[in-house]
Every structure is written in structure tokens, then in C-alpha cells.
């Protein structure tokens, strides 16, 4: 066994690499942050192709 | 067979008679399907299946593990190492040891793999009611913990009465070594019954040889099919782990390349083409490469085979902007995305398919292939500072000192880097990614030395999975079963702690800076492997991550 001390700071996508990923984010809360990535998760969700 | 011989019996108790008769189920090239039974045993299984299992021997060997979901995880790896070909059994007690079993099934049903769980189960009779880690339900008679099964697995059976196994066995059977329907099964075997002698004839315990069939499309789905891919311009294929299961690597690397059609992949369909093959343009969705998640956008038709089509296959439902063709031989997923349905085993299809389309060669262009290639070279190269290396650059240094290997690995954040940026040899890819569970990795890596001994197994397990589940690491130094653990140590969740600052959150009980702890932990690895016997090293952040000229030596035991 190899141990190795890494960073968590860094994912592993780069460039153009990766997709949307759908987790569903609060509706509301308290910081700017969360407002950002509700308006984010919105816009892709609209994209989802829901047809079977 | 005479007729006075057909009518011959044996008296064996039943657990003796299930072993017998799990010792003769044979695979087209003589092996037994179910290989061995990995036991822990307690009082719901030690008498009549230990006692069973003992008298049997090696004709149906025994292995004891540490824990009961990770010998099962270590079973569902030898199954999936195996193509689905050949299978393990597992058996527990009729409590805990039975319900620690439940994760693992779940795992195995996600992943369409075949494992057999032989539950004890409470007293047929009822006689002692209620037995130590008896479940009482207080209005059904008939329930025990091992309901809990019923979800998770493909065939479930209480067995009762002694006589149930002639049905329950064969339906067993058939289950696991079904393409369409191969999953787990769970066979709830009371423990006065496993004790109970009884009559059975003779034959049922002749050899058998189960065969996996190939269904071939039918004529009408095949003729839409065919004229769906004639009129389409830029076809990608999603390649899924049903085309491994088939067999069909090779067919599905003449189709691409005669017919020049990019193949993107999933996570369990990964390895089936080599990264190296010029059509493979790697990774789909979420964690995909940009040269496969751009020819996925462009496509005006995917030829999706034997894929769940999982979301993170799929973008989540936002990459495709095309029609499907389902290839699949389980029509519950050819259907997926109002697909144009083609049921059949993946192998067969495709010849089919080629053998309509003749010459017929699309024109994708794969300059974008090359470029993502070489830009994962440049993200997975040696780090040049003192820092604490990436996970990428941990690949890149495992890859370039075992570019033969096959990495495999199960949770966190090694999935989706090594779907992204492990350039795999041909078969050089083993992730439980349906199920995604944390603790998978190190049994797993067990199971799939014991099935592909030809190949060194490079296990990835980040800290935290390491933590759920690692005891097998002991089972795995007794037998012998040598692989190489890679162990990237973030110190937490850090995977997940980038999903929760990226859904807005912020860093709260994932990474231990920010759990509710009074201590920071200093957990020694090295120190924890040594003491189950594995030989484990710490490696300085530069020097593992620099081209090595040879691989690490594999697994490698305390002297």
C-alpha cells in the first residue's frame, strides 16, 4: 500500500472537460453564493431532455 | 438413465444437499459457476451450512472473511472481474451478519452482477420463536430481517422446507446466468431446515452446464435500426458495460473503426476499447473528456449499448441533443430516452448491424481526440513545485508506472479523475460506479485479483473509504491475494466537500478542518495496513509523482 497525501482543493476536471451534474440545490438560504448556484441549477434544469 | 436410477435417492440434510448441488453447476468451459462461499458464520449457519460446507471440502471451497458486506464485495468483484461468466456465494447468520449483507446486494443488483447471499433465516417451526436476533414483526408471522433482501435482489426464496430447494436452486441459477435479468440472489435458508434430512433423488445432483444466451435482434427492430444509422450523419456510440459483459470488446472495436464511429464511454463500460484505439475519444458526461462530451453534443444519433444510461452518462439529461438507438439485451434499459428500441446481446447486434451497413463510413473529426490526449498528459504530468500533489498527477504517476494495469476503485473523487484521465489498456478498468459505495475498494481489489490474476490490480481508495470499510485487507494477507493500494489521503471528504461549496454551501462535517471534532485526527495509514500484515509505504509528495522506469512492486507482503 502507497500512501499519498494529496489536495481536496483541487477536482480532477480541467479545460473543457465535464458536464452538468444534477444535485439539487436549496431554493432559498442565507448567502449570495447559494442564490448563484440556485439561478445556476435552474437554467439547467430547464436543458433536461425528460422524454422516455 | 435407467428408470430404477431415476427414481434412486440420497439422504442429505438440505444444507448438504445445496452445497452438492451448487458443487456440479458448471460454466460452458467446465468451471463451477459459483467458485466458493465466502462464510461467517453464527448460529443461524454454523451448524447445518458449516457443517455442510466443511463436508464438501474443495469441491466448494470456504473462505472466511472479516466482515459480511465486504466479503460480498470481494464476490461481486470476482463476479464483475469475470464478465458475469462465473460467481461467488456469501453467507451470513440470520441477524446483523445478514443484514450487513443488504448494502451489498443492493451494490450488486445496481451493477446487474451476479452473487449469491445465503441468508440463515429464523426457525421454519417457529419452535424457540423468538430466536436470538430474531426480527418479531407484530402483525405478519412471516417476516424476518432478511425481507430486507426482497428490493435487492433479482430472485428472493425463504426456504422452508427442505424440498423447496429443488425449485429455489435451478430458479437461482437461472437468475444469475440470465443476461437479461443477471443479478443477485438471496436464498433465506431457515436454520432447522438447513438440519433436516430428506430424500432427494439422485439426479438432481448431476453435473450441469449453464449456458448464457445470446439473444438476436428482432428483424423489424434491427431494419429501423439500420435505416435510423444509413441516414445519419454523425453518430457517436455510448459504450456500457454490456458490451463487456458480452464479450463483445472486439466486435464493438471492428464496428467503430470500419464504419469510423467515435466511442465514448461510461464508467463500467470503460476499458472495453483501449484508450489507444483511434475511435475511442474516452469519457462520457459529467466526468468526460472534452473531446467525447463535444462529439456527444454534435451527434445527430447515439447508439447507446448496454448502458444504463446513468445520469452521469447523460449530463443529467442536458448532453445528448439526438435520438437513440437502445442496444440492449434487458429491455427496461433499451427503452431509456424514448430510444428506438434494439433488444439483443450486444455481440450479436453489432455483427448484425455491420453486416447490413456494409461499407458505410462516417467522417468524424478527431482532431479533438488528440488534443484532449495530449492535454491529459500536460494535467497528469509531475508536479513541478513542493505542494501536495493533485489526484490527477497521483493518476499520471500510477499510470506511468503501470500502464498495464487495471485501476479500479469505487467512491469518491478517483471515479470520476480516473473515468477523466486513466488512459486504459485493454481491460484496464474495474468501477463500481452504479452504486458508488465507499468501502468497496479494498475487498473488491481482492475479488478481482482472485479473477484476473494475469493482471496487477492498482486499488485507488481516498482516506475516507478507506475508514468505512478496510478488514479485508487481513483476509487478503492470509490468502495471499496480492494488489497494489494506492491511498490518497485528503484528510476527509473532499470530494463531496467541492460538491457542497459548488451547490452554494458551504464546508460543513466533510473535510475533518470542519467537522465538530475537538482533535484534529493524525491517522497513521501506514502504521494501520502494517498491522494487518500488508507492507505499506508513505510516499513524499515529489517523488511519487515522478515518472518511475518500472512499476511499484505489486502488493507485497510483510517478510
Same mark, same amino acid.
Given at each position: 500500500?502507497? #500512501?499519498?497525501? @494529496?489536495?481536496?482543493?483541487?477536482?480532477?476536471?480541467?479545460?473543457? $472537460?465535464?458536464?452538468?451534474?444534477?444535485? !439539487? #440545490?436549496?431554493? @432559498?438560504?442565507?448567502?449570495?453564493?447559494?442564490?448563484?448556484?440556485? $439561478?445556476?441549477?435552474?437554467?439547467?434544469? !430547464?436543458?433536461?431532455?425528460?422524454?422516455? | 438413465?435407467?428408470?430404477?436410477?431415476?427414481?434412486?435417492?440420497?439422504?442429505?440434510?438440505?444444507?448438504?444437499?445445496?452445497?452438492?448441488?451448487?458443487?456440479?453447476?458448471?460454466?460452458?468451459?467446465?468451471?463451477?459457476?459459483?467458485?466458493?462461499?465466502?462464510?461467517?458464520?453464527?448460529?443461524?449457519?454454523?451448524?447445518?451450512?458449516?457443517?455442510?460446507?466443511?463436508?464438501?471440502?474443495?469441491?466448494?471451497?470456504?473462505?472466511?472473511?472479516?466482515?459480511?458486506?465486504?466479503?460480498?464485495?470481494?464476490?461481486?468483484?470476482?463476479?464483475?472481474?469475470?464478465?458475469?461468466?462465473?460467481?461467488?456465494?456469501?453467507?451470513?447468520?440470520?441477524?446483523?451478519?445478514?443484514?450487513?449483507?443488504?448494502?451489498?446486494?443492493?451494490?450488486?443488483?445496481?451493477?446487474?452482477?451476479?452473487?449469491?447471499?445465503?441468508?440463515?433465516?429464523?426457525?421454519?417451526?417457529?419452535?424457540?420463536?423468538?430466536?436470538?436476533?430474531?426480527?418479531?414483526?407484530?402483525?405478519?408471522?412471516?417476516?424476518?430481517?432478511?425481507?430486507?433482501?426482497?428490493?435487492?435482489?433479482?430472485?428472493?426464496?425463504?426456504?422452508?422446507?427442505?424440498?423447496?430447494?429443488?425449485?429455489?436452486?435451478?430458479?437461482?441459477?437461472?437468475?444469475?446466468?440470465?443476461?437479461?435479468?443477471?443479478?443477485?440472489?438471496?436464498?433465506?435458508?431457515?436454520?432447522?431446515?438447513?438440519?433436516?434430512?430428506?430424500?432427494?433423488?439422485?439426479?438432481?445432483?448431476?453435473?450441469?452446464?449453464?449456458?448464457?444466451?445470446?439473444?438476436?435482434?428482432?428483424?423489424?427492430?434491427?431494419?429501423?435500426?439500420?435505416?435510423?444509422?444509413?441516414?445519419?450523419?454523425?453518430?457517436?456510440?455510448?459504450?456500457?458495460?454490456?458490451?463487456?459483459?458480452?464479450?463483445?470488446?472486439?466486435?464493438?472495436?471492428?464496428?467503430?473503426?470500419?464504419?469510423?464511429?467515435?466511442?465514448?464511454?461510461?464508467?463500467?463500460?470503460?476499458?472495453?476499447?483501449?484508450?489507444?484505439?483511434?475511435?475511442?475519444?474516452?469519457?462520457?458526461?459529467?466526468?468526460?473528456?472534452?473531446?467525447?462530451?463535444?462529439?456527444?453534443?454534435?451527434?445527430?444519433?447515439?447508439?447507446?449499448?448496454?448502458?444504463?444510461?446513468?445520469?452521469?452518462?447523460?449530463?443529467?439529461?442536458?448532453?445528448?441533443?439526438?435520438?437513440?438507438?437502445?442496444?440492449?439485451?434487458?429491455?427496461?434499459?433499451?427503452?431509456?430516452?424514448?430510444?428506438?428500441?434494439?433488444?439483443?446481446?450486444?455481440?450479436?447486434?453489432?455483427?448484425?448491424?455491420?453486416?447490413?451497413?456494409?461499407?458505410?463510413?462516417?467522417?468524424?473529426?478527431?482532431?479533438?481526440?488528440?488534443?484532449?490526449?495530449?492535454?491529459?498528459?500536460?494535467?497528469?504530468?509531475?508536479?513541478?513545485?513542493?505542494?501536495?500533489?493533485?489526484?490527477?498527477?497521483?493518476?499520471?504517476?500510477?499510470?506511468?508506472?503501470?500502464?498495464?494495469?487495471?485501476?479500479?476503485?469505487?467512491?469518491?473523487?478517483?471515479?470520476?479523475?480516473?473515468?477523466?484521465?486513466?488512459?486504459?489498456?485493454?481491460?484496464?478498468?474495474?468501477?463500481?460506479?452504479?452504486?458508488?459505495?465507499?468501502?468497496?475498494?479494498?475487498?473488491?481489489?481482492?475479488?478481482?485479483?482472485?479473477?484476473?490474476?494475469?493482471?496487477?490490480?492498482?486499488?485507488?481508495?481516498?482516506?475516507?473509504?478507506?475508514?468505512?470499510?478496510?478488514?479485508?485487507?487481513?483476509?487478503?494477507?492470509?490468502?495471499?491475494?496480492?494488489?497494489?493500494?494506492?491511498?490518497?489521503?485528503?484528510?476527509?471528504?473532499?470530494?463531496?466537500?467541492?460538491?457542497?461549496?459548488?451547490?452554494?454551501?458551504?464546508?460543513?462535517?466533510?473535510?475533518?478542518?470542519?467537522?465538530?471534532?475537538?482533535?484534529?485526527?493524525?491517522?497513521?495509514?501506514?502504521?494501520?495496513?502494517?498491522?494487518?500484515?500488508?507492507?505499506?509505504?508513505?510516499?513524499?509528495?515529489?517523488?511519487?509523482?515522478?515518472?518511475?522506469?518500472?512499476?511499484?512492486?505489486?502488493?507485497?507482503?510483510?517478510?
Amino acid at each position: 500500500m502507497i #500512501v499519498i497525501e @494529496t489536495t481536496a482543493a483541487v477536482g480532477p476536471g480541467f479545460g473543457d $472537460a465535464g458536464h452538468w451534474w444534477d444535485v !439539487a #440545490v436549496p431554493a @432559498t438560504g442565507d448567502t449570495d453564493a447559494l442564490a448563484q448556484a440556485y $439561478a445556476h441549477y435552474l437554467t439547467m434544469a !430547464a436543458r433536461q431532455s425528460l422524454i422516455n | 438413465m435407467t428408470g430404477q436410477d431415476m427414481n434412486a435417492t440420497i439422504r442429505l440434510t438440505a444444507a448438504q444437499a445445496m452445497v452438492r448441488w451448487l458443487s456440479v453447476q458448471r460454466t460452458d468451459d467446465g468451471a463451477r459457476f459459483i467458485d466458493g462461499v465466502w462464510a461467517i458464520f453464527g448460529h443461524g449457519n454454523v451448524a447445518g451450512l458449516g457443517q455442510a460446507l466443511h463436508g464438501i471440502g474443495d469441491a466448494l471451497p470456504t473462505w472466511r472473511g472479516q466482515n459480511e458486506q465486504t466479503m460480498a464485495h470481494a464476490a461481486i468483484a470476482f463476479a464483475k472481474g469475470h464478465g458475469r461468466r462465473r460467481a461467488q456465494a456469501v453467507t451470513a447468520s440470520i441477524g446483523p451478519g445478514s443484514t450487513n449483507m443488504v448494502t451489498a446486494a443492493a451494490l450488486a443488483h445496481v451493477n446487474r452482477l451476479p452473487v449469491l447471499f445465503i441468508a440463515g433465516d429464523v426457525f421454519a417451526s417457529r419452535r424457540p420463536d423468538p430466536v436470538l436476533q430474531q426480527v418479531e414483526g407484530f402483525g405478519d408471522g412471516t417476516v424476518s430481517a432478511n425481507d430486507c433482501f426482497r428490493p435487492v435482489v433479482r430472485y428472493f426464496d425463504r426456504i422452508t422446507r427442505p424440498e423447496h430447494l429443488l425449485t429455489a436452486l435451478p430458479r437461482a441459477m437461472r437468475v444469475m446466468t440470465d443476461p437479461a435479468e443477471c443479478g443477485p440472489v438471496c436464498l433465506a435458508f431457515c436454520q432447522d431446515v438447513q438440519a433436516e434430512a430428506y430424500d432427494w433423488p439422485e439426479a438432481f445432483f448431476a453435473p450441469r452446464i449453464w449456458h448464457i444466451r445470446r439473444p438476436a435482434p428482432d428483424a423489424d427492430e434491427l431494419a429501423r435500426a439500420v435505416d435510423l444509422i444509413k441516414a445519419a450523419k454523425a453518430p457517436v456510440i455510448v459504450c456500457g458495460g454490456g458490451v463487456i459483459h458480452s464479450g463483445a470488446e472486439q466486435a464493438l472495436a471492428d464496428f467503430a473503426t470500419r464504419h469510423a464511429i467515435p466511442v465514448i464511454e461510461t464508467q463500467a463500460g470503460k476499458s472495453a476499447l483501449p484508450q489507444a484505439h483511434p475511435m475511442n475519444f474516452g469519457a462520457a458526461g459529467v466526468d468526460g473528456s472534452a473531446a467525447a462530451n463535444r462529439a456527444a453534443a454534435g451527434a445527430d444519433l447515439i447508439l447507446a449499448i448496454g448502458t444504463r444510461l446513468q445520469d452521469f452518462t447523460t449530463g443529467s439529461r442536458t448532453l445528448f441533443d439526438a435520438p437513440l438507438i437502445g442496444i440492449n439485451v434487458q429491455p427496461h434499459d433499451a427503452a431509456k430516452h424514448g430510444a428506438v428500441t434494439l433488444v439483443a446481446d450486444a455481440r450479436v447486434a453489432l455483427q448484425a448491424l455491420t453486416d447490413a451497413l456494409g461499407d458505410l463510413r462516417f467522417a468524424p473529426d478527431t482532431d479533438p481526440r488528440a488534443a484532449w490526449l495530449a492535454a491529459v498528459d500536460a494535467h497528469c504530468a509531475a508536479p513541478a513545485g513542493d505542494g501536495l500533489p493533485t489526484d490527477a498527477q497521483v493518476i499520471g504517476a500510477v499510470q506511468r508506472a503501470a500502464p498495464d494495469g487495471i485501476a479500479m476503485c469505487a467512491a469518491g473523487t478517483m471515479p470520476g479523475a480516473l473515468k477523466l484521465l486513466w488512459q486504459a489498456a485493454q481491460g484496464g478498468y474495474h468501477m463500481e460506479y452504479g452504486y458508488s459505495c465507499m468501502g468497496y475498494e479494498i475487498a473488491g481489489a481482492m475479488g478481482l485479483a482472485l479473477a484476473r490474476p494475469d493482471r496487477q490490480v492498482l486499488c485507488f481508495v481516498g482516506d475516507g473509504s478507506y475508514m468505512m470499510a478496510n478488514s479485508e485487507l487481513a483476509t487478503a494477507v492470509m490468502r495471499r491475494i496480492p494488489f497494489t493500494v494506492i491511498l490518497t489521503d485528503n484528510r476527509g471528504y473532499g470530494c463531496i466537500n467541492r460538491l457542497q461549496v459548488g451547490c452554494g454551501g458551504v464546508p460543513f462535517n466533510n473535510m475533518y478542518a470542519d467537522c465538530n471534532v475537538e482533535a484534529q485526527p493524525q491517522i497513521d495509514f501506514v502504521a494501520h495496513a502494517g498491522s494487518m500484515g500488508a507492507h505499506a509505504v508513505k510516499a513524499p509528495p515529489s517523488p511519487i509523482c515522478r515518472p518511475r522506469s518500472r512499476p511499484p512492486a505489486p502488493a507485497i507482503f510483510r517478510r
